[in-house]
T-cell receptor, first 116, second 111 residues
Framework: GAGVSQSPRYKVAKRGQDVALRCDPISGHVSLFWYQQALGQGPEFLTYFQNEAQLDKSGLPSDRFFAERPEGSVSTLKIQRTQQEDSAVYLC??????????????FGEGSWLTVV | KQEVTQIPAALSVPEGENLVLNCSFTDSAIYNLQWFRQDPGKGLTSLLLIQSSQREQTSGRLNASLDKSSGRSTLYIAASQPGDSATYLCAVGNYGQNFVFGPGTRLSVLP
């Protein structure tokens, strides 16, 4: 596809349930980012991949959050034992090169997670 | 730790007005700064990217300036239109790190 694709777009999970969010970056993009955006706030960094290597996971809020990009293209963000505070939009973005190389980043439309 | 703030939080103007959105950051050692637009229920669309060596960038009716020493950037929108209604986010890139976003300014342009 032409842009970053995320699925599912909307997910309602019961507290304690595990969820998996998928991101298809733009083909050939080296960098992939996950951000979390709470209602009315700006996105907050979660983790970053360069190809298949997870180079920065400093933003993951707890060990219940796990991300992978095993073949350097599609990425999955997994949240175990979801809590109500996990309710947010999870945005995926990709970029042709490494961060701050002068290239812009392209965002998907996000996966809206509601934990009830 | 880099912190980014945006003023005002919300703005409502009549169509045709020129307007300025403000972004401030605490650490001036930035690599670049980017302005994004976010429509309700949508992802972010990049508007302008300013490298640290630049002072401004222009695209159509949009002009973004950067003053690293004072930790400020402004986004100027000329002759605003109802289609400009959205949330505008600025994001700062520090060396070797990822973007840090501000909370956004919610803009409404009234016809």
């Amino acid at each position: 596809g032409a842009g970053v694709s995320q699925s599912p777009r909307y997910k309602v999970a019961k507290r304690g349930q595990d969820v998996a969010l998928r991101c298809d970056p733009i083909s050939g993009h080296v960098s992939l980012f996950w951000y979390q955006q709470a209602l009315g706030q700006g996105p907050e960094f979660l983790t970053y991949f360069q190809n298949e290597a997870q180079l920065d996971k400093s933003g993951l809020p707890s060990d219940r959050f796990f991300a992978e990009r095993p073949e350097g293209s599609v990425s999955t963000l997994k949240i175990q034992r979801t809590q109500q505070e996990d309710s947010a939009v999870y945005l995926c973005a990709s970029s042709p090169l490494e961060p701050n190389s002068g290239n812009t980043i392209y965002f998907g439309e996000g996966s809206w997670l509601t934990v009830v | 730790k880099q912190e980014v703030t945006q003023i005002p939080a919300a703005l409502s103007v009549p169509e045709g007005e020129n307007l300025v959105l403000n972004c401030s950051f605490t650490d001036s050692a930035i690599y670049n700064l980017q302005w994004f637009r976010q429509d309700p229920g949508k992802g972010l669309t990049s508007l302008l990217l300013i490298q640290s060596s630049q002072r401004e960038q222009t695209s159509g009716r949009l002009n973004a300036s950067l003053d690293k020493s004072s930790g400020r950037s402004t986004l100027y929108i000329a002759a605003s239109q109802p289609g400009d209604s959205a949330t505008y986010l600025c994001a700062v890139g520090n060396y070797g790190q990822n973007f840090v976003f501000g909370p956004g300014t919610r803009l409404s342009v009234l016809p």
